[in-house]
Structures are given as structure tokens and as C-alpha cells.
């Protein structure tokens, strides 16, 4: 296969690499797709944006000036309508230490314990972003909707799932199975409509 139809996405997360994967191929589109991991030489971007979209782009720009092949990037993040839009880019570090879910979660249910069960909407974000290396880019956003329940539940998924109970569901994202989970995620509304970019790109 040609370098051309080799596409990069910048994550080590072998999950979000099979999973778009999926996507792509459903899709009908016949590229290679590999995660960063086979690129370990190149480090790890830095968020720097004020967006989800703004990550998305910094990650696929660099690496693909880094590899000189097409590059798909996501950021993600939980977005609390009474909170203004938080914890939102700073989802994965709201607690101060990145990545710590469980703390995370704490946190975000002490600060909301006295609101509403009416006023317990949110939903979940994510902007998909595929750049060249000659600097042409597209951006897809996905949303999943939803209310912040006031206990964990499912051992399932990771981040805030345990937390957000889709729109129609009785259960949180946490106790979804996995395909259930990613037909309505936000991340996978946002890879599949990338893949309408990567066709008009890439052929």
C-alpha cells in the first residue's frame, strides 16, 4: 500500500485506533490507518488550545508535518450546561492532576451536590480534526446529550461515563456496552463524519 493512503491518528490508544478503524472501513474507504505509537520518536502535543477543535488541529497539523502523511486528531471533554460549558478542554485534569478519573468525578459531583435533577444537563463533546501535510485541514464535531446523575454507575467506559445518562436512556454511558456506546457517542458521530472528509481528500 502507498504512503498516500497511510493515515496517522494522533493517539496511543489502541481503542480509539481500532475503533476508527471500524469506522472508516464501514464507511468503504480503503486506508491504512495507524496510531502515533508506530512514530515513537515523535513526542506528544501539548493542548494548547482554547477549543476541543483548537487541540484537534495542533495534534493533526504536527504530526502531519512530522510524518508527511494525513493526520486525524480528537479531543473530548464533558461540558455541564449550569457550569457554563465546564469542565469542557480541562475535562481530563479538572481535579489538577491529568488523567485522574476518579478524582475528576469526585470533584465535578461535590461542585454540582445542591442542583436540580432538571438542571443536570450536559453532554459530551468531541472535535475530530484531519490535517495534510501541505496544511489543507477539515473539522467534524460530535455531541452526545444527556443528564449528570448524582452517583457513579457501570464499571464500564471511562472518564465521566459512570456519571452521564444519555437522552432516552435509563442507563449511564458507563453501563453501555461498547457498541452500544459507540453508536451514539460523540466521538463516534464526529470519526464518522470524518470519514466523508477523508473520501473528499484522500479519494
Known amino acids: 500500500m502507498s504512503t498516500s493512503r497511510r493515515l496517522v491518528l494522533a493517539t496511543r490508544n489502541q481503542h480509539k485506533v481500532t475503533e476508527l478503524r471500524a469506522i472508516l472501513g464501514a464507511a468503504g474507504l480503503d486506508v491504512e490507518l495507524v496510531g502515533?505509537?508506530?512514530?515513537p520518536e515523535i513526542p506528544?502535543?501539548?493542548?494548547?488550545?482554547v477549543t476541543f477543535a483548537e487541540n484537534a488541529l495542533?495534534?493533526?497539523h504536527a504530526l502531519a508535518r512530522a510524518t508527511g502523511l494525513p493526520a486525524v486528531a480528537d479531543d473530548s471533554g464533558?461540558?455541564?450546561?449550569?457550569?457554563?460549558?465546564?469542565?469542557?478542554i480541562f475535562s481530563a485534569r479538572w481535579a489538577g492532576k491529568h488523567g485522574d478519573d476518579r478524582a475528576n468525578l469526585d470533584l465535578l459531583l461535590a461542585q454540582l451536590s445542591d442542583i436540580a435533577d432538571p438542571h443536570r444537563t450536559?453532554?459530551?463533546?468531541?472535535?475530530a480534526a484531519l490535517a495534510l501535510p501541505d496544511g489543507t485541514e477539515r473539522v467534524v464535531e460530535g455531541r452526545l446529550r444527556g443528564t449528570l446523575?448524582?452517583?457513579?454507575?457501570?464499571?464500564?467506559?471511562?472518564g465521566y461515563d459512570p456519571i452521564l445518562q444519555p437522552l432516552g436512556e435509563?442507563?449511564?454511558c458507563a453501563e453501555l456496552t461498547a457498541d452500544e456506546k459507540n453508536a451514539i457517542s460523540h466521538r463516534g458521530e464526529?470519526?464518522?463524519g470524518l470519514a466523508g472528509a477523508v473520501r473528499e481528500l484522500l479519494g
Open 58 to 60: 495542533l495534534k493533526a
Open 122 to 127: 450536559a453532554h459530551f463533546a468531541c472535535a
Open 78 to 88: 464533558l461540558c455541564v450546561d449550569v457550569l457554563g460549558g465546564a469542565p469542557g
Open 149 to 158: 446523575r448524582t452517583t457513579p454507575s457501570g464499571a464500564g467506559g471511562f
Open 44 to 49: 506528544d502535543v501539548p493542548e494548547t488550545g
Open 36 to 39: 502515533a505509537d508506530a512514530y
Open 170 to 172: 435509563s442507563r449511564t
Open 190 to 192: 464526529a470519526f464518522r
